[in-house]
């Protein structure tokens, strides 16, 4: 099986910016997680979708959003980016997103914000 | 809340050195404990996993046995290898309720392994 897909790899933006970032999971997991990874704060989760609909979600302000199709495919999206929003962007997924199962992760998107 | 501490880094060890990486964890439930690899410029792989007391995971040389009793999930590895040097984070996941798909993790422990 293919693995988790992140696109884009990289992106630079300037402050004020909103940027949005695709997630393609492991074909037939529904549910797919989100994480800030920065050197200060480490790695820090975001929010999880399963069947479209958030379940969980943790401590950012509401310019962090996403979405889930109907494929399991993800988006996430920042608005009204700011300096301290650069970071790596890792998505993962499972099966169905219970806490035994193991996380399979992207290579992740690296944002800059200028 | 739950939480995750492992043992500051870099960690800086000689070739077919023995290797230890402390990890303990602050969980209200029963958790199930993660060791995760991050090689520079790539994403997080998984090195091995325990979901409950006193099962040991072990994976390409690596060992971890979850200890209840001391809330730690030490990863050990008898002889380590130039290509063992990366980050290593490990990670709990809590079972209680609204917890689905999130993973909680340490601050990470960078291994340098010299020829």
């Known amino acids: 099986k293919a693995g988790v897909t992140q696109t884009p790899r990289y992106l630079i933006k300037t402050r004020g910016q909103q940027v949005t970032l695709s997630c393609s999971p492991i074909s037939g997991h529904r549910s797919v997680s989100w994480y800030q990874q920065t050197p200060g704060q480490g790695l820090q989760f975001l929010f999880e979708?399963?069947?479209?609909?958030?379940?969980n979600k943790g401590n950012f302000p509401g310019r962090f959003s996403g979405r889930q199709f109907s494929n399991s495919r993800s988006e996430m999206n920042v608005s009204t980016l700011e300096l301290g929003d650069s970071a790596l962007y890792l998505c993962?997924?499972?099966?169905?997103?219970?806490?035994?199962?193991?996380?399979?992760f992207g290579p992740g998107t690296r944002l800059l914000v200028l | 809340g739950d939480s995750v501490t492992q043992m500051e880094g870099p960690v800086t060890l000689s070739e077919e050195a023995f290797l230890t990486i402390n990890c303990t964890y602050t969980?209200?439930?029963?958790?199930?404990l993660f060791w995760y690899v991050q090689y520079p410029g790539e994403g997080l792989q998984l090195l091995l996993k325990?979901?409950?007391?006193?099962d040991k995971g072990s994976n390409k040389g690596f060992e971890a046995t979850y200890r209840k009793e001391t809330t730690s999930f030490h990863l050990e590895k008898g002889s380590v290898q130039v290509s063992d040097s990366a980050v290593y984070f490990c990670a709990l996941s809590d079972p209680g309720s609204g917890n689905t798909g999130k993973l909680i993790f340490g601050q990470g422990t960078t291994l340098q392994v010299k020829p």
């Open positions: 993962a997924s499972t099966p169905t997103g219970q806490p035994q199962e193991t996380q399979y």
């Open positions: 969980a209200t439930g029963y958790p199930s």
């Open positions: 979708y399963f069947s479209e609909t958030q379940r």
């Open positions: 325990a979901t409950k007391a006193d």
